[in-house]
């Protein structure tokens, strides 16, 4: 059984050891940064759960409109039985009266890791999220944004920076053309 709940505070040792593990240097923002934006109320941390054990994590950055998957993850040995799937399922239902989006690596740029990205792209569309036809640069690296119930274009993703994580982020983010 995969269940989904707020995270524990003494939880927060295991998911940094994924979080660290599962995203590349270059993707990762200051744990601390993720941890006191949730204590502010501004974000959400996740615990994902398989049998009632620990087996990923998810942490979002909250809007009162619309809520970014910031960090979605679950352990190596797990994946492909059907826990992210069900996961992110549980996390679509938790916000479901606002609109809900990820950003993932671009398919649309030739990259070493392509067929992973495409798979990944893959995964959150078989799960109803939609591409919003929106690219960005991320601090460097060329995102794509897919969403259910919302449609954000370069400016609105930006703004939602801007306003639900800081000013300093959303100017280093840059449009793609």
Not at 69 to 88: Q, T
Not at 142 to 169: K, N, V
């Amino acid at each position: 059984m995969i269940t989904v709940s707020r995270t524990k505070r003494w939880e927060i040792p295991r998911m940094f050891l994924l979080y660290r593990n599962a995203f590349p240097r270059c993707e990762r923002k200051p744990f601390s940064r993720i941890t006191s934006m949730a204590k502010a109320g501004r974000a959400d941390l996740w615990t994902i759960r398989m049998d009632g054990r620990f087996a990923g994590l998810a942490a979002t950055v909250n809007g009162p409109d619309i809520v970014l998957l910031d960090y979605f993850a679950v352990k190596r040995s797990l994946r492909g039985r059907g826990v992210g799937s069900s996961a992110l399922l549980q996390l679509e239902r938790a916000y479901a009266d606002r609109g809900f989006f990820v950003e993932i690596e671009s398919t649309l740029e030739e990259a070493d890791n392509r067929e992973q990205r495409e798979k990944r792209k893959e995964f959150y569309v078989n799960c109803g999220m939609v591409p919003m036809n929106t690219e960005a640069d991320v601090f460097g690296i060329r995102m794509e944004l897919l969403g259910i119930r919302c449609r954000l274009d370069f400016e609105g993703y930006r703004a939602f920076y801007r306003e639900h994580y800081s000013p300093w982020a959303a100017e280093r983010i840059k449009e793609v053309t």
